[in-house]
T-cell receptor
Framework: AQSVTQLDSQVPVFEEAPVELRCNYS??????LFWYVQYPNQGLQLLLK??????LVKGINGFEAEFNKSQTSFHLRKPSVHISDTAEYFC????????FGTGTRLQVFP | DTGVSQNPRHKITKRGQNVTFRCDPI?????LYWYRQTLGQGPEFLTY????????KSRLLSDRFSAERPKGSFSTLEIQRTEQGDSAMYLC??????????????FGPGTRLTVT
C-alpha cells in the first residue's frame, strides 16, 4: 500500500535550535511527496514539494527537505526554529488524492 | 483569487439529523476533493471530482454520505442520519487541471461538525 509514516508524534524544541521531522514513505512507481503545515485554528498550507529533479527542496519559512530514495525518506529540516513555527506538520504522498501521515506536532519553547 | 471557502465553519447537530456542507473552490480549478480529519489524526481522503464527475470514493464514505458537484463549480457533502462518530473536521481542497505540473491542493478552512 502507498503510505507515509511519520516517526515522531511530538517534537519539543527550544527557539533557535535546529529541528528535523522524520518521514518515511512506501515505495511507489511515482513519488510525489509534500509537507503540509497546519497552524492552530488555520487551514492546511503547503510547505514544500518534491516531484522530481534535485533531491533537496526548499520551501517557505526557511524549511527544506531531502528526498532519499535509498532510505525511502523525506525528512523536513529547519536550521533555526521560531516560536511561530509551532504547528502540526504532515508528510503527504500525492497519488491524485493526498495520503497524509499521522502528523508531527512541533512545539517551540522560548 | 479568494481561495477555497467552506460553509458553515461550524455545525452542531443532534444524532440522526441530516447535515449539508458546501465548498467553493478556486475558480479556475477543475478538481475538488473532500477529506475528513478527526482529532489527533491526519486528514483522510473521502472523494474527489474532476469537473462534475465524481472519479473516486473512499471506503470511508458510507451510504449515509453523498457528495455532488452538479455544475462543476461548488460542491456539497451531505451526511444523512448523523452519528457521533461523524464528528470531525471536513476539509475541502481544489487543484488545477492535471498536466499543469502543480500537483498542489489548496485547502479551505474546514467545517467542524459536532454530533451530540
Amino acid at each position: 500500500a502507498q503510505s507515509v509514516t511519520q516517526l515522531d508524534s511530538q517534537v519539543p524544541v527550544f527557539e533557535e535550535a535546529p529541528v528535523e521531522l522524520r518521514c518515511n514513505y512506501s515505495s511507489s512507481v511515482s513519488v510525489y511527496l509534500f509537507w503540509y503545515v497546519q497552524y492552530p485554528n488555520q487551514g492546511l498550507q503547503l510547505l514544500l514539494k518534491y516531484l522530481s529533479g534535485s533531491t533537496l527542496v526548499k520551501g517557505i519559512n526557511g524549511f527544506e527537505a531531502e528526498f532519499n530514495k535509498s532510505q525511502t525518506s523525506f525528512h523536513l529540516r529547519k536550521p533555526s526554529v521560531h516560536i511561530s513555527d509551532t504547528a502540526e506538520y504532515f508528510c503527504v504522498h500525492n497519488t491524485d488524492k493526498l495520503i497524509f501521515g499521522t502528523g508531527t506536532r512541533l512545539q517551540v519553547f522560548p | 483569487d479568494t481561495g477555497v471557502s467552506q460553509n458553515p465553519r461550524h455545525k452542531i447537530t443532534k444524532r440522526g439529523q441530516n447535515v449539508t456542507f458546501r465548498c467553493d473552490p478556486i475558480s479556475e480549478h477543475n478538481r475538488l476533493y473532500w477529506y475528513r480529519q478527526t482529532l489527533g489524526q491526519g486528514p483522510e481522503f473521502l472523494t474527489y471530482f474532476q469537473n462534475e464527475a465524481q472519479l473516486e470514493k473512499s471506503r470511508l464514505l458510507s451510504d449515509r454520505f453523498s457528495a455532488e458537484r452538479p455544475k462543476g463549480s461548488f460542491s456539497t457533502l451531505e451526511i444523512q442520519r448523523t452519528e457521533q462518530g461523524d464528528s470531525a473536521m471536513y476539509l475541502c481542497a481544489s487543484s488545477p487541471p492535471p498536466g499543469t505540473g502543480s500537483y498542489e491542493q489548496y485547502f479551505g478552512p474546514g467545517t467542524r461538525l459536532t454530533v451530540t
